[in-house]
């Protein structure tokens, strides 16, 4: 079962009690290239209570909450994020932004979904795309909820293998598949010929911790 927040949802939530020009204030208050990374960090925290404190619409909130209930009840939930430009043929952002587990309760997962909102503005996401050149300003942040199931094992499948266009990878830890997304365990990894989906060669993890 999963539900998507849509970018229009979060566009609406920026012009509302005008979101979008205090963040752009804090944005540009300081150039970038004359800031320390404390005030970087001081600067997304700020962003973040800007999320925290803006109510929902409520011609939003009216819509989400019964959804919400319906879909999910009590049960728990991944939000998770779905920034428009991740993953694109040159820039990876794995872990950039935050997705929460185990979520439980409309007005948790509706606070949540203001978290993963305001991580578009985190620390790392900003000093991301200022490396990369990607305008924070056309950034926008869809939202998945989800069910949580909580796998024994859990894993990523390329289609395409970032090293060859013939083959595909899959890679794969025990647990939750969070410590494979932020780099924190060394996943198993297998590589196929992406033709007849044979595997070509497996790669086993020296396995530590599961997270």
């Known amino acids: 079962m999963s539900l998507c927040i849509t970018t229009d949802t979060f566009e609406a939530f ?5 979101l979008r020009n205090k963040i752009l204030m804090e944005y540009y208050r300081k150039r ?12 997304s925290l700020r962003i973040k209570n800007m999320f925290l404190k803006t109510p929902f619409p409520f011609e939003i909130e009216t819509h989400l909450r019964p959804l919400v209930a319906r879909f999910f009840q009590d049960n728990p939930v ?3 994020s779905s920034a428009i430009g991740e993953d694109s043929a040159k820039y990876s952002f794995a872990g950039i932004h935050e997705s929460y587990v185990n979520v439980r309760g409309v007005d948790s997962i509706l606070n949540h979904i203001k978290l993963v909102w305001a991580s578009l503005y985190s620390d790392v996401a900003i000093l991301y795309r200022q490396e990369t050149g990607l305008n924070a300003e056309s950034s926008k942040m869809a939202v998945i909820i989800q069910q949580f199931i ?13 090293n060859s266009n013939a083959q595909m990878m899959i890679e794969a830890v025990y647990g939750l598949n969070q410590g494979l997304v932020d780099g924190t365990v060394e996943p198993d990894r297998w590589v196929l010929n ?3 989906g044979r595997i070509l060669s497996y790669t086993p993890s020296t396995k530590k911790q599961i997270v």
Do not use: T
Request: net charge negative; aromatic share 12%; glycine share 12%.
């Open 78 to 80: 991944v939000v998770r």
């Open 194 to 196: 992406r033709s007849n």
């Open 150 to 162: 909580n796998g024994q094992k859990s894993g990523v499948a390329f289609g395409k293998s970032p």
């Open 32 to 43: 970038f290239e004359d800031m320390r990374w404390e005030e970087i960090w001081d600067l």
């Open 14 to 18: 920026l012009e509302h009690e005008g």
